[in-house]
Protein backbone atom coordinates (compact mmCIF):
# COMPACT_ATOMS: atom_id res chain seq x y z
CA UNK A 1 0.00 0.00 0.00
CA UNK A 2 1.08 3.46 -1.08
CA UNK A 3 1.57 6.38 1.09
CA UNK A 4 -0.23 9.80 -0.38
CA UNK A 5 1.89 11.55 1.49
CA UNK A 6 5.48 12.25 1.18
CA UNK A 7 8.18 11.82 3.57
CA UNK A 8 8.70 15.68 3.86
CA UNK A 9 4.54 15.99 3.82
CA UNK A 10 4.70 13.74 6.71
CA UNK A 11 7.53 15.86 9.17
CA UNK A 12 5.56 19.51 8.11
CA UNK A 13 2.16 17.44 9.07
CA UNK A 14 3.61 16.21 12.70
CA UNK A 15 5.42 19.49 13.19
CA UNK A 16 1.98 21.42 12.82
CA UNK A 17 0.21 18.93 14.60
CA UNK A 18 2.70 19.20 17.69
CA UNK A 19 3.04 23.20 17.40
CA UNK A 20 -0.89 23.32 17.69
CA UNK A 21 -0.75 20.84 20.58
CA UNK A 22 1.19 23.09 22.22
CA UNK A 23 -0.56 25.67 21.65
CA UNK A 24 -3.69 24.35 22.64
CA UNK A 25 -2.21 23.17 26.56
CA UNK A 26 -1.01 26.58 27.17
CA UNK A 27 -4.35 28.10 26.30
CA UNK A 28 -5.82 26.19 28.05
CA UNK A 29 -3.62 26.09 31.46
CA UNK A 30 -5.15 28.18 34.14
CA UNK A 31 -4.53 31.59 34.26
CA UNK A 32 -4.09 33.12 37.39
CA UNK A 33 -6.74 35.66 38.49
CA UNK A 34 -4.69 39.35 39.51
CA UNK A 35 -4.72 39.85 43.28
CA UNK A 36 -6.75 43.10 43.12
CA UNK A 37 -9.22 42.05 40.39
CA UNK A 38 -10.09 39.65 43.57
CA UNK A 39 -9.51 42.04 45.64
CA UNK A 40 -12.01 44.24 44.48
CA UNK A 41 -14.76 41.64 43.76
CA UNK A 42 -14.90 40.60 47.23
CA UNK A 43 -15.39 44.46 48.37
CA UNK A 44 -17.94 44.65 45.88
CA UNK A 45 -20.01 41.62 47.09
CA UNK A 46 -22.43 41.69 49.43
CA UNK A 47 -21.91 41.34 53.52
CA UNK A 48 -23.63 38.71 54.35
CA UNK A 49 -26.61 39.46 57.18
CA UNK A 50 -26.59 37.32 59.52
CA UNK A 51 -30.13 37.99 60.61
CA UNK A 52 -31.72 37.91 57.30
CA UNK A 53 -30.05 34.22 56.99
CA UNK A 54 -31.72 33.31 60.13
CA UNK A 55 -34.88 34.39 58.95
CA UNK A 56 -35.02 32.68 55.70
CA UNK A 57 -34.03 29.95 57.27
CA UNK A 58 -36.36 29.98 59.54
CA UNK A 59 -38.87 30.48 56.98
CA UNK A 60 -37.32 27.36 54.83
CA UNK A 61 -37.48 24.91 58.14
CA UNK A 62 -41.31 26.62 58.80
CA UNK A 63 -42.25 25.53 55.14
CA UNK A 64 -40.75 22.13 55.38
CA UNK A 65 -42.78 21.44 59.07
CA UNK A 66 -45.67 22.69 57.16
CA UNK A 67 -45.47 20.29 54.40
CA UNK A 68 -44.02 16.97 56.59
CA UNK A 69 -47.58 18.09 58.82
CA UNK A 70 -49.72 18.21 55.42
CA UNK A 71 -47.82 14.88 54.29
CA UNK A 72 -48.82 13.34 57.33
CA UNK A 73 -52.48 14.61 57.35
CA UNK A 74 -53.27 13.30 54.38
CA UNK A 75 -51.52 10.09 55.19
CA UNK A 76 -54.12 10.14 58.32
CA UNK A 77 -57.07 11.12 56.30
CA UNK A 78 -59.75 7.96 55.56
CA UNK A 79 -59.19 7.37 51.39
CA UNK A 80 -61.24 9.59 49.70
CA UNK A 81 -64.93 8.27 48.65
CA UNK A 82 -66.49 10.96 47.15
CA UNK A 83 -63.73 13.08 44.79
CA UNK A 84 -66.34 15.32 43.64
CA UNK A 85 -67.47 16.30 47.03
CA UNK A 86 -64.05 16.86 48.69
CA UNK A 87 -63.23 18.87 45.99
CA UNK A 88 -67.03 21.05 46.65
CA UNK A 89 -65.97 21.20 49.94
CA UNK A 90 -62.68 22.66 49.36
CA UNK A 91 -64.10 25.40 46.58
CA UNK A 92 -66.19 26.23 49.57
CA UNK A 93 -63.87 26.84 51.66
CA UNK A 94 -61.89 28.82 49.32
CA UNK A 95 -65.08 30.71 48.42
CA UNK A 96 -65.42 31.59 52.32
CA UNK A 97 -62.21 32.66 52.63
CA UNK A 98 -62.07 34.96 49.74
CA UNK A 99 -65.44 36.54 50.66
CA UNK A 100 -63.61 37.46 53.93
CA UNK A 101 -61.01 38.91 52.29
CA UNK A 102 -63.06 40.75 50.02
CA UNK A 103 -65.35 41.88 53.18
CA UNK A 104 -61.94 43.21 54.92
CA UNK A 105 -61.08 44.86 51.72
CA UNK A 106 -63.74 46.51 51.14
CA UNK A 107 -63.56 47.42 54.97
CA UNK A 108 -60.90 49.26 54.10
CA UNK A 109 -60.98 51.15 50.92
CA UNK A 110 -64.18 52.38 52.95
CA UNK A 111 -62.15 53.79 55.64
CA UNK A 112 -59.54 55.15 53.18
CA UNK A 113 -62.24 57.29 51.22
CA UNK A 114 -63.73 58.42 54.65
CA UNK A 115 -60.29 59.89 55.33
CA UNK A 116 -59.53 61.30 52.04
CA UNK A 117 -63.09 62.65 52.09
CA UNK A 118 -62.05 64.68 55.89
CA UNK A 119 -58.23 64.95 54.58
CA UNK A 120 -60.13 66.92 51.25
CA UNK A 121 -62.18 68.62 53.45
CA UNK A 122 -59.53 69.93 56.13
CA UNK A 123 -57.21 71.14 52.94
CA UNK A 124 -60.50 73.44 51.60
CA UNK A 125 -61.51 75.39 55.11
CA UNK A 126 -57.73 75.85 55.12
CA UNK A 127 -57.50 77.25 51.86
CA UNK A 128 -60.91 79.30 52.54
CA UNK A 129 -58.68 80.90 56.15
CA UNK A 130 -55.41 81.20 53.94
CA UNK A 131 -57.34 83.34 51.14
CA UNK A 132 -59.70 85.09 53.58
CA UNK A 133 -56.46 86.15 55.59
CA UNK A 134 -54.44 86.67 52.46
CA UNK A 135 -57.16 89.28 51.14
CA UNK A 136 -56.98 91.94 54.36
CA UNK A 137 -53.12 92.31 54.22
CA UNK A 138 -53.44 92.80 50.54
CA UNK A 139 -55.92 95.73 50.99
CA UNK A 140 -53.61 96.86 53.78
CA UNK A 141 -50.75 96.98 51.42
CA UNK A 142 -52.78 98.68 48.43
CA UNK A 143 -53.50 101.68 50.79
CA UNK A 144 -49.78 102.03 51.89
CA UNK A 145 -48.92 102.24 48.56
CA UNK A 146 -51.11 104.79 47.14
CA UNK A 147 -50.50 106.71 50.62
CA UNK A 148 -46.09 106.59 49.73
CA UNK A 149 -46.98 107.21 46.24
CA UNK A 150 -49.11 110.77 47.39
CA UNK A 151 -46.70 111.56 49.81
CA UNK A 152 -43.99 111.08 47.05
CA UNK A 153 -46.23 113.20 44.39
CA UNK A 154 -46.19 116.09 47.13
CA UNK A 155 -41.77 116.05 48.06
CA UNK A 156 -41.75 116.29 43.99
CA UNK A 157 -43.89 119.10 43.51
CA UNK A 158 -42.20 120.99 46.80
CA UNK A 159 -38.72 120.55 44.59
CA UNK A 160 -39.91 121.03 41.33
CA UNK A 161 -42.86 123.25 40.33
CA UNK A 162 -45.11 121.85 37.66
CA UNK A 163 -45.42 123.32 34.56
CA UNK A 164 -48.78 122.21 33.38
CA UNK A 165 -49.61 123.18 29.34
CA UNK A 166 -46.20 125.05 28.81
CA UNK A 167 -44.03 123.92 25.41
CA UNK A 168 -40.78 123.01 26.27
CA UNK A 169 -38.35 124.67 23.25
CA UNK A 170 -36.09 122.13 21.86
CA UNK A 171 -33.01 123.31 18.90
CA UNK A 172 -33.48 121.66 15.81
CA UNK A 173 -32.48 118.45 14.80
CA UNK A 174 -29.89 117.74 11.76
CA UNK A 175 -31.25 116.18 9.54
CA UNK A 176 -29.71 113.09 7.93
CA UNK A 177 -29.57 113.46 4.34
CA UNK A 178 -29.53 116.72 3.93
CA UNK A 179 -25.91 118.38 3.95
CA UNK A 180 -25.17 121.98 5.06
CA UNK A 181 -23.12 123.93 2.62
Not at 55 to 82: I, L, N, Q, S, T
Amino acid sequence: MVSKFSDADRERIMATSSALLQQRDQQSAPIEPDPEQLLCEALQAPVPDAIAQWRREGEEFDARCARERRRRERRAEPAPVDVEARIMALVEQRIEALSAEVAGVRNDVHDIAAACSHAVEQINNALDDLSAVARAPAKAIDERIEAMFSQLERKLDEIVPRHAGEVIELPPLPLRGSRAN
